[in-house]
């Protein structure tokens, strides 16, 4: 398969991934500044709200290293 | 670790309530709950006289608190008790002997605040009436000064000039030939006007100006009476008087501060410490002629206590004993943690999240190995982690123990220790720069090398697994020992099928033989038969979702490979750039300010990460959160 089509794929695997996991960081982000101004203490619990989108950005980093990896290395790139 | 509770009971007659009251707050080792909560047979306490003590006191607490506010703070002098600050008859509580000196002293001081604010206020206000009457004072030598007439001036703005003219003759409508309006332009925008009219004619004037919607320049109140054409002079003269006044008058409050604050701040102390006595004996139960006192002591405690009560309360009634919690009242214990310098600054990472509930695991010693390791993986690069190791060192030196900016600086410490040795693991000082300098090699494997992505990303994935079944494996032996079933089953199955999948992935990379195929289907089959049985009616829909989830929990540690890549190929990036500009110094510019970044972000990011991957990843597998946080009586004052 042309190299330049698979590092394509592998740049639009993190790349929708990472606009997705952004959008929902923004959003959960915003509600999560205004809840701290109220409680101080939920900090921690916020930043586990805000670092769970991540894993669909890290699984689309995995999608594009497996294209790379297992596609990529047979056409020779 | 978090330090092992009991339960302390005291009775005694209502007399020796207050000394017994006193004595725990100076133990300050004892966190009181509601005693007719445990004693169904206990009626609450009731508080009259005491009741109303505690509005005196609190009243008394926010006029104290309001005088102090007025003076200007000092070193405190003397920690002497309020009682020996100032000598008082033995009939006098410490309620009426404060009422007495606050009054004697708080109308002079509040005069004196009074003062100060007015002059800062003239200092803030006039430099503004200066301004405007320094424009309009072109217009004012036109003026004659008459006693029964009135002179007001307006600013207009240069597009409503036409304004002038209409105002001019509406006067003459209203006051005759008794008028007068000058006007001209006093800077790039605005027209000044003064209008003089006898005062007779004062309220239709106002009627008018109100109706042409012009912004009259007012004279402030303590100028009222000064004639418009002198207010200018008065204005400047006070303003030069001001910073004299102002001065005299901080001398005075510095004076009431040296004499007063020391008192009313021991004062103050010994208002909370009676104030909280008052409070505390909500908790309290009572019969006829005793109270009740249960609460919360740490275990090692209980001797000292008993022993304190015994030595300072000799000749009252009191009985004081341990009163052991049941198994079901275990878990309301508050939560003491007490970790070693190694593993303290996990426990304020743990606060972040939420205290684990008493009698559950305390997993801060296993954060202490992994979360600088995940730290030093992501980092690793002995350059920028020399930095960091710097950075910590500097901010342990200056925040004191016990602060949450020191505890960051310990992890970023531990952190930056691992992120050397990965470093030279990878092969990396300042991105590829330790290569290309010094022929550096990696112990393992170069990061930025692409033959390097996949042994990396399995290595991130196989640290990920341990990880996870470790959490798993703790959350089994946790719902073994605390009895529940239901979770049992649940996270049994989890670990099952985890097991089951990790055998099919090495059958499926020929590291098993192929006859371990079926073997590790049973396996993962076995995990969702428990896992089923332990999530309930819904569990045959939910089982496989939920060994899906465990497992993309292990792919989650691929940001251990991920951010590390990232920093690597900025570090890359700016040294590359840096090669290529051509000057020497331009290119050290760039690439410091490059290195910085990445350092920035190499003390932020790994640490997010490291956080979230414990407090997703790991803890949702065994860690039970929402520990109350222990509270003794007496804490805040000892």
Not at chain 2, 108 to 119: F, H, P, S
Not at chain 2, 326 to 344: D, F, K, N, Q, W
Not at chain 2, 374 to 397: E, K, P, Q, T, W
Not at chain 2, 614 to 620: C, L, Q, T
Request: charge should be negative; hydrophobic fraction near 50%; include cysteine.
């Amino acid at each position: 398969m042309d190299i330049g089509l698979l590092a394509v794929g592998a740049g639009l695997a993190v790349g929708i991934t990472a606009l997705g996991t952004g959008y929902a960081q923004g959003r959960i982000g915003s509600a999560g500044v205004g809840a701290m101004a109220e409680k101080p203490e939920l900090m921690g619990r916020i930043i586990l709200l805000v670092a769970i989108p991540e894993t669909m950005v890290i699984l689309g980093f995995a999608v594009a290293a497996m294209i790379l990896l297992l596609l990529g290395g047979g056409a020779g790139g | 670790m978090i330090v092992p509770m009991t339960r302390l009971q005291i009775v005694g007659h209502k007399r020796d309530l207050d000394a017994t009251l006193r004595a725990l707050q100076e133990l300050a080792c004892v966190q009181l709950v509601d005693a007719p909560n445990i004693h169904a047979t206990l009626r609450p306490y009731a508080s009259g006289a005491e009741h109303a003590e505690m509005e005196t006191l609190s009243y008394l607490q926010a006029r104290l608190d309001a005088l102090l506010a007025l003076l200007p703070a000092q070193p405190v002098e003397s920690e002497q008790p309020f009682a020996d600050v100032l000598p008082a008859s033995p009939e006098q509580t410490l309620a009426t002997r404060l009422q007495a000196d606050l009054d004697a002293h708080a109308a002079a001081l509040e005069t004196l605040a009074q003062q100060r604010q007015a002059l800062r206020n003239d200092a803030d206000v006039l430099p503004n009436y200066a301004a405007t009457l320094t424009k309009l004072s072109r217009l004012t030598p036109a003026l004659t000064e008459l006693s029964d007439y009135e002179t007001v001036a307006l600013l207009i703005n240069r597009r409503y000039a036409a304004v002038v003219d209409l105002l001019a003759e509406e006067m003459r409508a209203i006051a005759g030939e008794r008028s007068l309006l000058v006007s001209d332009q006093v800077d790039a925008d605005n027209i000044g006007a003064l209008l003089v009219f006898p005062r007779a004619v004062a309220a239709p004037m106002q009627a008018l100006l109100g109706r042409a919607q012009v912004s009259q320049v007012s004279l402030p109140d303590s100028l009222r009476n000064v004639p418009f054409r002198d207010a200018l002079d008065h204005i400047q003269q006070r303003l030069k008087s001001i910073p004299d006044e102002l001065a005299v008058i901080d001398a005075r409050l510095a004076e009431a501060a040296r004499q007063h604050r020391s008192r009313w701040l021991a004062a103050r102390q010994a208002l909370v410490r009676r104030l909280e006595q008052l409070r505390v004996r909500n908790h309290l139960g009572e019969t006829e002629h005793t109270f009740v006192l249960v609460g919360w002591t740490p275990q090692r405690d209980l001797p000292k206590t008993l022993a304190y009560l015994d030595q300072h309360l000799p000749d009252s009634a009191l009985v004081a004993q341990e009163l052991p919690p049941a198994s079901a009242e275990i878990h309301a214990a508050p939560v003491l943690m007490e970790s070693r310098a190694l593993t303290r600054p996990y426990e304020f990472f743990l606060r972040l999240f939420s205290l684990p509930q008493y009698g559950s695991f305390d997993p801060t010693t296993l954060m202490a190995l992994f979360m600088p390791l995940f730290f030093g993986i992501m980092l690793g690069d002995v350059g920028y982690s020399l930095v960091l190791l710097a950075i910590s060192l500097y901010g342990l030196r200056r925040f004191p123990v016990g602060t949450g900016l020191h505890d960051i600086f310990r992890f970023l410490l531990m952190g930056s220790v691992w992120g050397v040795i990965w470093g030279f693991v990878f092969g990396e000082f300042l991105g590829s720069l330790g290569h290309d300098w010094f022929g550096m090699q990696a112990w393992w494997r170069e990061r930025s090398d692409p033959e390097a992505l996949a042994p990396l990303l399995l290595f991130t994935i196989g640290l990920g697994a341990v990880h996870v079944t470790l959490g798993l494996a703790l959350g089994v032996w946790q719902a073994w020992r605390a009895r529940q079933s239901q979770h049992l089953w649940e996270r049994g199955g989890m670990l099952v099928g985890l097991i089951g999948l990790f055998l099919l992935a090495a059958v499926a990379t020929r590291r098993l033989p192929a006859g371990w195929m079926t073997p590790s289907l049973a396996v993962v089959i076995v995990g969702l038969v428990l896992l089923i049985r332990g999530l309930g009616p819904i569990g045959a829909l939910m089982a496989p979702v939920e060994l899906l989830g465990v497992v993309g929990n292990v792919l989650s540690y691929l940001r251990l490979a991920a951010i590390g890549l990232a920093s690597v190929y900025l570090a890359m990036v700016g040294n590359t750039m840096a090669g290529r500009v051509g000057s020497l110094w331009v290119g050290v510019l760039i690439a410091a300010l490059f290195h910085a970044l990445n350092i920035a972000l190499g003390a932020f990011s790994p640490t997010i990460h490291a956080l979230r991957l414990h407090y997703v990843e790991f803890f949702s597998k065994f860690y039970e959160p929402g520990g109350e946080p222990f509270a003794p009586y007496g804490a805040g004052h000892s």
